[in-house]
């Protein structure tokens, strides 16, 4: 499964993948790889959707995202809508389903 370029970075952007770290006690960062055990995927799912629930709800809403900052300080940034995050955490929510229900690992590279 491979997440847009835009809804990974609106995750870290979000703090998603520091609320699964404090809840699993793992230690997920941007550009590492792990391994999740399936049992974790129903919390992670559980988060994705309160996520969605939270920030997706209009789907005509743009979120602008800063994902850097230039040598000079400034903002690099994007902006992306939230129908197009929710297809792309759709995908991942179905991901996390399949996962559950074939008790399968979930190998991450963020």
Not at 5 to 21: I, P, Q, R, T
Not at 59 to 75: A, D, F, K, L, M
């Amino acid at each position: 499964m491979h997440l847009s370029a835009e809804a990974s970075e609106w995750l870290f952007y979000v703090k998603f993948w520091d609320a699964v770290n404090v809840e699993l006690k793992s230690m997920l960062g941007q550009y590492e790889d792990d391994v999740l055990p399936s049992s974790d995927a129903i919390s992670i799912l559980r988060m994705a959707e309160e996520l969605e629930d939270r920030y997706l709800r209009e789907p005509s809403h743009i979120q602008n995202v800063v994902y850097g900052w230039t040598s000079q300080g400034e903002n690099l940034e994007f902006s992306v809508r939230n129908e197009d995050l929710r297809a792309s955490l759709g995908d991942f929510r179905s991901f996390l389903r399949k996962a559950i229900d074939l008790r399968s690992d979930i190998y991450c590279q963020l």
